[in-house]
């Protein structure tokens, strides 16, 4: 039989981290500082050669210090990991010595230094968008920009 298990963390800033964790890990998890168990949870037998043990099926975790996430701001490099070395208006392969960022909304037109609003371009892309939208300059994008996803893990 595998178990599913879920182990929740409350961080005191409300961020709350749901995720189903192994067996193996809930045991040894139960023991930990921070862990709260339920008094209603549900209990999974879990036996073994020599001994049955009970097992919750919700672990929680309370973390008294505030975590907040850190997204890193966008950088030339960032942005070309991100876009995979593409331009993101011709689709062309380039070389990161060749590569500039553009920003989609100028900032002229108040276009903020986001991870959704900055692209990898070639020069030749870059240069012929010039200061417009690319829907101005007709240079649809090839895919959508995001930013990037931060792993949640205390420090």
């Not at 709260?36 to 549900?42: Q, V």
């Not at 030749?124 to 995001?146: I, S, V």
Request: charged residues 20%; aromatic residues 6%; contains cysteine.
């Amino acid at each position: 039989m595998i178990a599913t298990i879920t182990a929740t963390t409350y961080f005191t800033n409300n961020i709350v981290i749901h995720r189903q964790v192994s067996l193996a890990r809930a045991v040894t998890l139960m023991d930990h500082a921070n862990a709260i168990i339920p008094p209603d949870a549900d209990l999974l037998e879990v036996r073994s050669t020599s001994q049955t043990m009970l097992v919750p099926a919700v672990i929680i975790f309370s973390v008294d210090k505030a975590f907040v996430p850190h997204v890193p701001m966008p950088t030339k490099a960032g942005i070309y990991r991100r876009d995979r070395g593409m331009c993101a208006y011709c689709g062309r392969s380039i070389s990161f010595g060749d590569a500039s960022m553009d920003h989609i909304v100028p900032q002229s037109l108040g276009g903020p230094a986001t991870w959704d609003n900055l692209v990898n371009a070639c020069r030749r892309c870059n240069e012929k968008k010039a200061n417009r939208t690319p829907e101005q300059a007709g240079m649809p994008l090839r895919f959508k920009p995001f930013t990037p996803k931060v792993r949640l893990r205390p420090e």
